[in-house]
């Protein structure tokens, strides 16, 4: 009698544990399919971390992806004024101030408020204080339709020096982030239409894109790394999984995703999982910055350059305060004491492109100071070196001269700003004066004619016009 007891408790207790079991997978299947994340981040201890304790420093390369939607000009002039005053007093350890990436949403407002604010965007660019990427809400389109609202954008950034690299011959390059989260058509069906996403970005100059880590069924089934994924036409969120990016691993054309750090952290008695998203609700504490640090993402084979990536929608006023007050200066404050002491730790402060070269550098196996790379595949954007008054179509670059053709009425005055001591105009331009600013020199002139026109750098006691 005790055994057929005996033999009934273990059948319940199996019976229990199978239920157990099928109930847990049923769970993990339905989780899993609502976030993606869920398993991934469990696993995520297994893999290689920099060592804190290591006898050679933990370069920390830090950088802001904003998805920057302003609706009104107080909301940007808030940055125009707010940025460089907020970043006062913090410098990195190469001597750069905190650098943002303005990932650039396009309201309706008109193409030519649209130019006004993308060269507000573009003074701060050429002063030093980041760079202007894509930002791109679209829904219910086709690879055609696509296309057409792509080619407006590009073409108004680049009449702004943005998204257009710095060299001989300028070309469209441009990192990416996706309204709502919804890469490749990935969040059932909404916000997108597209199930080629990756081909098109790639097709019209999209180096990597920024979008991730997001909290539901948009995440990929990938955390805290960077990875390739290859496009599968036939079916939405082609970037589910992907190879991880590695020292001397291959570029075999595959699209490049770089994901933010994710992590657990405790808030109370409570567990939340952190994707890096700095709002007023969730400002930039101390121990969030540690959690982030310690998440490690880095180019797998290279665990002590540590990059660190924040988002937030920095345009929206009632997050300014995380970003543009109190709280922004003490995590700047906050990353100066604890993570920029030379020995230990050397901070960066890095724009999405500078990040983006930087890891194809660990990538191509460069060792050292990252910072060495921050225009390693990539070169900065036009408006690092020139911004003007009106649109305008960029020629060239070099170490000594820009090219520029103004896109204005024959006559209309220009101004210029270019990063260089003091400069000749070549090409069909008149009333030409030139000013010395500490950061370059102004130049004002009427273009005619054919309106291009060149600035090529030479000694102040060597202009001539």
């Known amino acids: 009698m005790e055994m057929m007891k005996t033999s009934y408790k273990l059948l319940f207790f199996f019976c229990a544990l199978l239920a157990a079991v099928c109930l847990g997978g049923i769970f993990l299947v339905v989780e899993d399919r609502r976030n993606p994340w869920l398993v ?21 390369l830090f950088s802001f992806v904003d998805h920057f939607e302003p609706s009104s000009d107080a909301d940007l002039q808030r940055w125009i004024e707010g940025y460089p005053a907020m970043t006062e007093g913090f410098l990195d350890a190469d001597g750069y101030p905190p650098r943002h990436t303005w990932f650039w949403f396009f309201p309706p407002i008109g193409e030519e408020k649209t130019f006004e604010y993308l060269r507000e965007l573009s003074e701060l660019a050429y002063e030093g204080y980041g760079e202007v990427e894509l930002h791109f809400h679209h829904e219910n389109d086709t690879p055609e339709t696509w296309r057409e609202k792509m080619r407006w954008r590009l ?105 933010g750090p994710s992590a657990w952290i405790r808030r109370g008695f409570r567990l939340f999982w952190d994707t890096c998203d700095i709002t007023s609700f969730l400002p930039p504490t101390p121990e969030r910055i540690d959690a982030w640090i310690r998440t490690g993402v880095h180019v797998r084979g290279r665990p002590e350059w540590v990059f660190v990536r924040l988002h937030t929608h920095g345009a929206t006023a009632r997050d300014h305060r995380s970003l543009l007050g109190p709280w922004a200066r003490r995590m700047h404050a906050y990353l100066s004491a604890s993570y920029n002491d030379g020995e230990r730790y050397i901070l960066h402060y890095v724009t999405a492109r500078e990040a983006y070269n930087i890891a194809k550098a660990a ?26 008054s009106c649109p305008y179509e960029p020629l060239l670059a070099g ?9 204005c009425g024959q006559g209309e005055p220009v101004s210029l700003r270019v990063r260089m001591d003091n400069v000749r105009i070549l090409g069909s331009a008149k009333n030409i004066s030139v000013h010395p600013l500490e950061d370059g020199c ?24």
């Open 399 to 407: 170490d000594d001269e820009i090219g520029i053709e103004p896109l």
């Open 155 to 259: 073409g108004i950034s680049r009449s702004a020096g943005a998204m257009v690299t710095l060299e001989e011959r300028p070309e469209t390059k441009f990192a990416f982030i996706h309204g709502l989260w919804a890469l490749d058509n990935s969040r059932l069906g909404e916000a997108c239409g597209v199930d080629n996403e990756l081909e098109l970005l790639q097709e019209t100059g999209c180096y990597a894109d920024f979008t991730h880590p997001s909290w539901g069924p948009m995440q990929p089934h990938m955390v805290n790394c960077f990875y390739y994924a290859s496009d599968d036409p036939s079916r939405p969120k082609s970037y589910d999984r992907g190879r991880v990016m590695s020292v001397g691993g291959q570029d075999n054309g595959e699209f490049l995703l770089m994901l």
């Open 40 to 60: 991934p981040t469990i696993m995520d201890f297994r893999r290689e971390k920099a060592p804190l304790d290591s006898e050679q420093p933990i370069h920390i």
């Open 363 to 388: 990538e191509a196996g460069k060792t050292g100071n990252p910072a060495a790379y921050r225009d390693f595949v990539i070169p900065p954007p036009f408006n690092a070196k020139l911004v003007c």
């Open 442 to 465: 102004r130049v004002d002139l009427e273009p005619f004619g054919d309106r291009a026109i060149r600035l090529v750098e030479v000694p102040r006691n060597d202009q001539k016009e």
